[in-house]
């Protein structure tokens, strides 16, 4: 008689650690009261609409590399970031999808005791992980960046940059849902 193993997939819920906390570009446009158009706090909102108006933008317009931070509160050990990201619906005339996958070149995660971090001092700072362009991961509808060692922290920030060798180096990276774990 020949038995067939089986298998059982428990499936674990795991508490957001962004929900709902407290949100930060470096780019001034956000400091503006009257400007709606991409808030950081849509990243962390609980909602995983990927429609354009609903979601975090970070561009490069004002800043040469934009940052967006969550302050998770207080010091947690970070394992790993889930980003819902933005796939073209919702596009209007000013930001297309062609643009969004053109110029973008990756997304760095970084976790710090430091709040409101411009990218020169991120890069001292313990970074979770990355990722880029190859193989279009980082145009998938939901990127997964596992921290390679547990990083303890209190802000978590993402970082974009460019496609260096483009003509054109403007570029934006959206995102509709940040779960931090």
């Not at 207080?74 to 596009?91: C, E, P, R, S």
């Amino acid at each position: 008689m020949y038995l067939m193993p089986s298998l059982c997939f428990v499936a674990l819920a795991v508490e957001n650690l962004a929900y709902h906390h407290n949100t930060w570009l470096n780019d001034k446009r956000h400091l503006w009261k009257d400007w709606k158009y991409g808030r950081a706090s849509l990243a962390v909102d609980g909602d995983s609409d990927a429609t354009l108006h609903r979601c975090a933008i970070l561009d490069n317009y004002f800043v040469e590399n934009p940052v967006w931070m969550v302050d998770l509160g207080k010091k947690h050990n970070i394992n790993g970031v889930v980003i819902a990201t933005w796939q073209g619906k919702g596009q209007d005339k000013t930001a297309t999808y062609r643009d969004y996958q053109t110029n973008l070149e990756k997304l760095t995660v970084y976790v710090s005791n430091k709040p409101r971090l411009e990218t020169a001092d991120l890069l001292a700072e313990g970074s979770c992980g990355q990722v880029n362009r190859n193989n279009d991961s980082l145009f998938q509808p939901r990127i997964h960046i596992q921290c390679q060692d547990d990083l303890r922290g209190r802000y978590l920030y993402i970082r974009a940059s460019a496609v260096a060798t483009r003509k054109s180096r403007l570029f934006f990276s959206v995102l509709c849902e940040v779960m931090v774990y």
